[in-house]
């Protein structure tokens, strides 16, 4: 079974950036950033394919984030600048069940433990 582990999160001011990281246990077909507010629905905020082509970006976080894969391949990358009060959640990364996956969280699996990301000043 593919672990996914995430780091990065943190406290940063608005305006601030960070830099999330998801690393794979093993390769993995595609890699999805999911976020989840306390007392709402989980996010889809960005998705990957192995082929290293975004697929999504969240309307919301369109223009400040960017998803990528890093020189080690089973890494992919979640960058966020310009942070609004409004990122603040618990960040996820998750593995597609297969090649064609979208980004609908139900075609994801192998759910990380999440890193805290929160904007305050």
């Known amino acids: 079974q593919v672990q996914l582990v995430e780091s990065g999160g943190g406290l940063v001011q608005p305006g601030g950036s960070l830099r999330l990281s998801c690393v794979a246990s093993a390769a993995y077909r595609g890699i999805g950033w999911f976020r989840q507010a306390p007392g709402k629905e989980r996010e889809t905020v960005a998705c990957i394919r192995s082929n290293d082509d975004p697929i999504y970006y969240a309307d919301s976080v369109k223009g400040r984030f960017s998803i990528s894969r890093g020189n080690a391949r089973n890494t992919v990358y979640l960058e966020m600048n310009n942070l609004r009060p409004e990122d603040t959640a618990m960040y996820y990364c998750?593995?597609?069940?297969?090649?064609?996956?979208?980004?609908?969280?139900?075609?994801?699996?192998?759910w990380g433990q999440g890193t805290q990301v929160t904007v305050s000043s």
């Open positions: 998750a593995r597609a069940y297969t090649p064609t996956a979208n980004q609908n969280s139900y075609d994801y699996g192998s």
